[in-house]
């Protein structure tokens, strides 16, 4: 099977970027050919196809950009696509490089797949102003799902990284969904890397610092573990973004370390002794699946992705409310014997969760559409001896990532 996958992100620091680079090495290990479209500086002995975003494009997030003149590169797309003769295209979301990604698989007559990866629409409401009074903050909610649906709409097959959220997109779009899960890499995530010696508890967190992430529930959390009299611990923060220099001044036991990478973050994740993620519009959560692997029990919202990832009183808390969140941090920070068991069910769990079994079942999202698309592709297909068929083999760092 070949794949053309046009993705938002490839090398910024966010979970779709992580996600894209870890399905692109895992493809290569399988020897699945497999072209990557992402924006970037061309770099033609990466085998991906990298066109850059111009002037015009702006800031999304702080790595994040959105060129609404991208399309000027559908030609360039368009004969690359033709000379790699896919079997179906995979686009991420609705961005400048999905949209041509769409484009040409409506032209070329090529199946579709769309994965969803980000609950824009979530993020509409949060980034409003404080004053922006409720029915207009659920209004711009409403209006922008109902836009990502139509984008949807345009799809063969449907991917999401959680049932809950699967259920809502093959509703809205009207299309067959299959399951999109991530894995993890347990050979680098590994407690075997901790380094920390005896000193104070260590609550860590992963991830964007934004608005959206719910972030600044951190500076609660420390608030309301210093009025039970608990006052030996550092909240590490790893991660940069738009929140971080209020959260730096509210935080008064905080330790930030800005992105860390590879072995940086493994060693990082091993260090910690609680993994604390108050976000409540993550589809899914790279960053709590690889606490998990490295040891570290997790506390985490009932919405959104990571509630599916932490089995509840086994590798850590599910909380419904944020009093609850705050009860089982506080549980957790002070028992030692408790952190120890749900240490070890963490790495069990996260042990048999690879990138190969995520891989096997895109593959099933990818044959679906094919059999729904009827008519055959109308490009000829490209000799076996073409260079394109066999990229170059990823070896991807582990970065900061999350959603």
Known sequence: MRVAFFTDSFHEVNGVAHTSRMLTATANRLGVPFLVVCAGEPDAASGRLQLPRGRAAFAVERDLFYDPLYYRHRAEAEARIRAFAPDVIHVTGPSDVGTIGVVLAKKLKLPLVASWHTNLHEYAGERLPAFV?????????????????????????????????????????????????RGVDTNLFDPARRTAAAGPLRIGTVGRLSAEKNIHFLTTLERHL?????????????????????????????????????????????????????????????????????????????????????????????????????????????????????????????????????????????????????????IRRAPETHPLAAPTPETPDSAESSG
């Open 226 to 378: 210093l009025a039970q009299g608990f006052t030996d611990f550092r909240i590490v923060v790893i991660g940069d973004g738009g929140e971080r220099a209020k959260l730096e001044q509210d935080l008064r036991q905080g330790e930030f370390t800005g992105v860390l990478r590879g072995e940086a973050l493994a060693q990082a994740y091993a260090n910690l002794d609680l993994f604390v993620f108050p976000s409540r519009t993550d589809t899914f959560g790279n960053v709590v699946l690889e606490a998990l692997a490295s040891g570290v029990p997790a506390v985490v919202t009932a919405s959104g992705g990571p509630k599916f990832i932490v089995e509840h009183d086994e590798s850590g808390f599910v909380a419904a409310t944020d009093a609850e969140f705050l009860r089982y941090s506080y549980t957790l920070a002070t028992s030692a014997a408790l952190r120890r068991r749900m240490a070890l069910q963490a790495r069990e769990q996260a042990i048999g969760t690879t990138w190969e079994k995520v891989f096997a079942e895109i593959e099933g999202a990818y044959r679906a559409a094919i059999l729904r698309r009827a008519a055959p592709p109308q």
């Open 133 to 181: 009074p409720q029915p207009l903050r659920q209004a711009a909610v409403k209006g922008s799902f109902q836009a990502l649906s139509r984008f949807y709409q345009l799809a063969d097959v449907v991917m999401a990284p959680n049932t809950e959220l699967l259920e809502l997109v093959e509703k809205a779009s009207g299309r067959a969904g299959f399951l999109m899960r």
